[in-house]
């Protein structure tokens, strides 16, 4: 069974300070892993995928198949970074997203 | 293009009613599917849809059925609501096949509560 952790609930930080929201996987596949972002009042968005190994608001993210992780990282946070963060993995099928219990990002000014 | 709408956006029910949460997607999406998300648990998936004529179970099942009968509708049925089932539920779409580049659209939710 694939599972997805995230073991911080709450990541409390001030503007200008480096953020990193922790994922941690287990799956027997060959993964494929989201970060997916849901805003105050706003509906759930994709952030950003492994694949793409691209910088969206200054966010990437490596997947370190060692480790079995897949840790969102950002240099500098900035206030509108306050959001709700999901990490998911995709089974091999493509039938079954699985999100992480989700991560409480909040940028103090 | 509307993406994926839901209704209603609020539910109150009492223990023991049955109701139908709607979804509705315009992406001709093949791929549709129902989350429930609670505090620190993260979103988890209740059934899915690969296709009209097409159900399987997710990770949480019971007490909910689905079907799609076309493309575009993906209803969640409760037959017999319980306090366990309060939550925000999601309705999802995306494409069918499996690629590193999926994105799965998600609805605004429904805020259910069962009393």
């Known amino acids: 069974a694939q599972r997805v952790t995230q073991p911080e609930k709450l990541l409390s930080v001030f503007k200008g300070a480096p953020v990193e929201l922790k994922c941690n996987y287990s799956y027997s596949g060959s993964p494929e892993l989201f970060w997916y972002v849901q805003y105050s009042r706003q509906r759930l968005q994709l952030l950003l995928r492994?694949?793409s190994r691209e910088s969206i608001k200054g966010f990437t993210a490596d997947l370190n198949k060692g480790e079995t992780s897949f840790h969102l990282k950002k240099p500098f946070a900035q206030e509108e970074d306050s959001a709700m963060y999901y990490c998911a993995l995709l089974d091999n099928a493509g039938n079954m997203l699985t999100f992480g219990g989700g991560t409480r990002l909040m940028v103090k000014p | 293009n509307a993406g994926v709408t839901q209704t209603p956006k609020f539910q109150v029910l009492k223990t023991g009613q049955s109701m139908t949460l709607q979804c509705a997607q315009d992406?001709?999406?093949?791929?549709m599917s129902w989350y429930r998300q609670d505090p620190g648990m993260g979103l988890r998936l209740i059934h899915y849809s690969v296709g009209a004529g097409i159900t399987d179970q997710g990770e949480v099942p019971n007490g909910y059925n689905v079907s799609r009968s076309t493309t575009e509708d993906f209803p969640l049925r409760l037959l017999s609501a319980a306090p366990s089932q309060t939550s925000v539920y999601f309705c999802?779409?995306?494409?069918?096949?499996?690629?590193?580049?999926?994105?799965?659209?998600f609805g605004p939710g429904t805020r259910l509560t069962v009393l």
């Open positions: 992406m001709n999406h093949e791929y």
């Open positions: 492994h694949i």
């Open positions: 999802a779409s995306r494409i069918l096949q499996r690629t590193p580049y999926n994105e799965q659209f």
